[in-house]
């Protein structure tokens, strides 16, 4: 069994702070996790993922996630904001097992303040 | 990088009839592919597993025989909403699984509105 949890539902920053958007994952074998963002009425835009290499992931627009197995968290960080980044983010695991059906969390919507 | 599409991006139907949305991934075979929806401001909803060349396998709560699911090629899924209603109306998303890689290439999204 899987499950993530997106702490947050709405996070707001002043453009140029830093974002920290919070994920707690639980699975019972060795997980595969994924960050991907949303615009509206758009698709799902892939930002990164961890699949058991460097636990310090990089992603694209600058934004990182540290994969913590004691935390059991895979939160997700940008040192500063840029408008543009105002969208819905998901966190999704995809754990082993024989069953590589992802999970997404309930999402967490971004609000970038000018 | 592995592209997604979907076809069409919006539709509108009336109600009773039925509409078929396709999910194709452009440079890569998927066996596995899979179909959410998604409500406004809320996350994306399992639907169905769809496994090329063999029957689809559905959430619990998903009626298989509204929501027809076909994968008849590596490359193209197809899922059909039978009799549609008002309440069908939303946005259907596609994913394709890279093969090896767990992960999930998303199609852009259709949006269904039944009237």
């Given at each position: 069994a899987q499950s993530v949890t997106q702490l947050d539902s709405h996070v707001s920053v002043s453009e140029g702070t830093p974002v920290l958007l919070r994920c707690n994952y639980s699975s019972s074998y060795s997980p595969s996790l994924f960050w991907y963002v949303q615009h509206p009425n758009k698709g799902l835009q892939l930002l990164l993922k961890y699949t058991?290499?460097?636990?310090l992931v990089k992603g694209i627009n600058g934004f990182e996630a540290e994969f913590k197995k004691s935390e059991t968290s895979f939160h997700l960080t940008k040192p500063s904001a840029h408008m543009s980044d105002a969208a819905e983010y998901f966190c999704v695991v995809s754990a082993g097992g024989g069953s590589y059906i992802p999970t997404f969390g309930r999402g967490t919507s971004l609000i970038v303040h000018p | 990088g592995a592209v997604v599409s979907q076809h069409p991006s919006r539709v509108i139907c009336k109600s009773g009839t039925s509409v078929k949305i396709e999910c194709r991934s452009l440079d890569f075979q998927a066996t596995t592919m899979f179909w959410y929806r998604q409500f406004p401001k809320k996350s994306l909803m399992l639907m169905a597993t769809s496994n090329e060349g063999s029957k689809a396998t559905y959430e619990q709560g998903v009626e298989k025989d509204k929501f027809l699911i076909n994968?008849?090629?590596?490359t193209l899924s197809t899922l059909t909403v039978t009799s549609?209603?008002?309440?069908?109306s939303s946005f259907y998303i596609c994913s394709a699984e890279g093969q090896g890689t767990y992960e999930q290439y998303f199609g852009p999204g259709t949006r269904l509105t039944v009237t």
């Open positions: 058991s290499a460097a636990t | 994968h008849a090629s590596l549609a209603h008002p309440e069908d």
